[in-house]
Nanobody, 120 residues
Framework: QVQLVESGGGLVQAGGSLRLSCAAS????????MAWLRQAPGKEREFVAA???????FYADSVKGRFTISRDNAKNTVYLQMSSLKPEDTAVYYC??????????????WGQGTQVIVSS
């Protein structure tokens, strides 16, 4: 099992940038696929981006070209760099981990979430 703690959320104007971080504990971090998902009020949780332990990345169409996921296995940390933010990116962002990468919400370990609000 991996324990996950997100940070870096906040309020930003449309067009701005934020970087989310997710610190993981547990010896198996480097063998986990890591992902970011988000949930807006009244909506289902949705996949945003994922990164395999080897560094392959996957993105939802809605964030391609604007968001970048990366990981530092030495620091047990995964990041989500978000640029050109839009009001529709407003959501609680969750970090997740699983042995198998997925572009769905099928992840076994979850953080508590960090709020991102994009004002127009």
């Amino acid at each position: 099992q991996v324990q996950l703690v997100e940070s870096g959320g906040g309020l930003v104007q449309a067009g701005g940038s934020l970087r989310l971080s997710c610190a993981a504990s547990g010896r198996t971090f480097s063998r986990r696929a890591m992902a970011w998902l988000r949930q807006a009020p009244g909506k289902e949780r949705e996949f945003v981006a994922a990164c395999t332990w080897a560094g392959s990345t996957f993105y939802a169409d809605s964030v391609k070209g604007r968001f970048t996921i990366s990981r530092d296995n030495a620091k047990n940390t995964v990041y989500l760099q978000m640029s050109s933010l839009k009001p529709e990116d407003t959501a609680v962002y969750y970090c997740a981990a699983d042995p198998i990468v997925s572009m769905s919400s099928k992840y076994s370990d979850w953080g508590q979430g960090t709020q991102v609000i994009v004002s127009s």
